[in-house]
């Protein structure tokens, strides 16, 4: 049965975010609805979510070529979105936080969208951009790309739950409706058809209910000053992760494109990349199905 998504259960109404206005001194408040308004003008006004690459994806041409390759960067974090949910379900205290969780999963796992899990979709929108199968698992990824799914695996597994919480609530599903209209005008510019870019559509929307449901979780712990910085933490945490996977993408395009030009700016980076140490998906996947962090194919 589809999902009822105005309906307010489990609990109490999402109320309307804070305007947009100057930050307060302090993120911490008696109040877990200001404190969370708070958050949300903290998460918008983030670097993460006003990346270089954002911008210039909305206002410089790119290619379907680019996008190719900013695609199968991104479709490495894509598929470990539910992984991140599942793991707090499991540790999640009580069954209200449990219930709004699995609200946001049934979701991903397709509810809201044909019965096509999110993944599913992304491979859709990666085939209309020229990639194919072999792409998917053989391309190798950023370090900075890895490093996010690593950093949010941790995040949700060794972390209390309030920092996971914060980390897939306010640190996901409240910046993604801000970081993927960037992407979708530069899309649209590039000739994609709204059909083909169906993944990036449906989370504009979507994810203003799950950052709503969410943070109705987020509400009923927000209650003291401890819990507030662990739910910040998670927050800042993810979006940090965040920040460097875009610049780690926006460095895979420069090298797709320019790729004698990367050479040069290597050698006066100052902080050194070498691409050795880069792992294909597949390759990231076993290593993680070896720590137990996803499940075998059987
Ligand atoms: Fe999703
Ligand atoms: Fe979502």
Redesign the pocket.
Known sequence: MPLDRTASSPSSPSPRPFGVGPAPDSPYHDDPRVFLARLRQEVRSHTAVNHPLLTRVAHVPFTREDFKVLGLQHYAL?GM?TTYLERLLIIAPDSDAKQWLAKVLVD?YGEGSDGKD?TTLYREYLMHAGATVEDLQSTPLHADVTGFVREHLRICTKEPFLVGLGAVGPGHEWSIPHMFPLLVKGLSRAGFTDAEIDYFRL?ML??EDHGAWLEEALAMYATGRDAQEKIRRGALLSLEARKKFWTGVQRKIVRWRQPANLHVRSQSSRRRYSESGEITLAEFRRELVGAKMLPSAH
């Open positions: 894509v979105f991903e999110h989370h979507q994810d």
